[in-house]
């Protein structure tokens, strides 16, 4: 089944203590995406990635890492996390057609983070 | 800078009832709109993406429209059911800048049995 996943699906933790989520898609996209949900606010970009070792800032990336070693992973690292990161988080991808009007955008079922 | 907006933000019909809802944005240059459900706590589900060159697209009891030139896209719903209870949100890609899809801040549908 094409899918995009997230591990874990549900996390509590401290302010402070490292924590990475993972992102995994099957579908070889090229493009793949973090997004952060807030009540108020929409969703919004924090990271992309265009292919392998090509990543870049969206409109949130303070307080985040990314890493694209392969093609079909991408996970999102905390290194110090703050309580203003509870959120719930969405790995996304896409076939990245060169930017066409094909490029269809699918997303994963959602990380909730708690950060006390 | 793209602005996505949905209106109504909430919205409650009886069953049965045919619906639409609508979505607005700024900037016409883009590649692509796609209509997403949510439900509570849940991912995102893609509905429809209708390309920038299409008027319309459908599936199911579902149909979008895209009006590039006046920044306007409607969800219509056919038959509600309770089972459309959800969030519904539009997300359009703009040309120009980083691959990404700007939001909505969605509605939300409540269909009563």
């Known amino acids: 089944e094409a899918q995009v996943t997230q591990n874990p699906r549900y996390l509590i933790t401290v302010t402070g203590k490292k924590l990475t989520v993972t992102c995994s898609q099957n579908m070889n996209h090229e493009y793949m995406s973090w997004y952060r949900q807030d009540p108020g606010l929409g969703l919004r970009q924090i990271y992309y990635s265009m292919n392998v070792e090509v990543t870049d800032k969206g409109d949130v990336p303070e307080g985040y890492k990314v890493s694209r070693k392969e093609k079909r992973n991408f996970p999102l690292i905390l290194e110090s996390p703050s309580p203003n990161q509870t959120s719930l988080y969405f790995c996304?991808?896409?076939?990245?057609?060169?930017?066409?009007?094909?490029?269809?955008?699918?997303f994963g079922p959602g990380t909730r983070l708690t950060v006390l | 800078k793209q602005e996505v907006t949905q209106i109504p933000a909430a919205l409650s019909v009886p069953e049965g009832e045919n619906l639409v809802l609508n979505c607005s944005f700024t900037?016409?240059?883009?590649?692509?709109l796609q209509w997403f459900r949510q439900d509570p706590g849940k991912g995102l589900t893609s509905l429809l993406l209708i390309q920038s060159s299409q008027r319309e697209q459908t599936s199911g009891r579902l149909n979008a429209s895209l009006d590039k030139s006046s920044g306007r896209s409607t969800l219509y719903i056919a038959a509600s059911q309770p089972g459309d209870s959800a969030t519904y949100l539009c997300a359009v890609l703009t040309q120009g800048g980083s691959e990404k899809l700007v939001f909505g801040k969605g509605t939300k549908l409540t269909v009563n049995p």
């Open positions: 900037d016409s240059a883009i590649y692509n």
């Open positions: 996304a991808s896409s076939l990245y057609y060169r930017r066409s009007s094909y490029n269809e955008q699918f």
